[in-house]
């Protein structure tokens, strides 16, 4: 299991391009989303937790198009976010390990996996990818689909893996997964910021009635 998160894998075709808050209706929900993550720990970087990387991304679908607005690679550290620390993605070629994207910061390592996602229900509008011990220890006394361990992140297998456990999930109504061969990784997925954070907040107590149970 590679345990080193923020690595980008794929092949990165990149323009450099101001985005602006004001054209993404959704971008203040968005940020505030990803500012209660942090404060919850749930993205950050800290230097005894996989190796000092930045860990936890977010994204939001814009418009009913395949593009998506996601936060930038290493930028876990960072406690409120501006435009500029998001990356719109513009074309995916899982396939052949192809990203194009554009902004003033290259896209997270997931974006393949966030793509993955969006592409199994056009109703998917954010995705949250975080870092738990907790949830990720719990994934299956919580019944969560999961990926294999042996799949590493950032990956096509990755990308794959995850749209079948995405898939596996809408058939249960069960909207949160469990990336099990990378640590601590949880992805929630919703029709809209708010009750994707509000998916990953509540199993996440679930997660705590368990353990102390």
Known sequence: MNQQDGVIKYQLQF???ALHA???PFFARLNEWRQILFRHDLIGCH???YEGAGYGNISHRIGNSREFLISGTQSGHL????????ARVTAVDCRHNQVQAQGQIEPSSEAL???AVYQVDAQIRCVMHVHDPLLWGCAEAL???STAAT????????????????????QRG??????????????????????????????????VALTFS
Do not use: F, N
């Open 79 to 86: 406690q409120t976010l501006q435009a500029r620390h998001y």
């Open 22 to 24: 004001e054209q993404m």
């Open 143 to 145: 019944a969560l689909p």
């Open 15 to 17: 323009s450099e391009y």
């Open 174 to 207: 069960v909207q949160l997964i469990a990336m099990k061969g990378h640590l601590d990784g949880i992805i929630s997925y919703a029709e809209s910021t708010y009750r994707a954070g509000e998916i990953l907040l509540d199993m996440r107590r679930s997660g």
């Open 47 to 49: 230097a005894d937790r």
């Open 151 to 170: 799949i590493e992140y950032g990956t096509p297998q990755m990308a794959v893996a995850v749209a079948q456990a995405v898939a596996e999930g809408c």
């Open 113 to 115: 996996t966030h793509d």
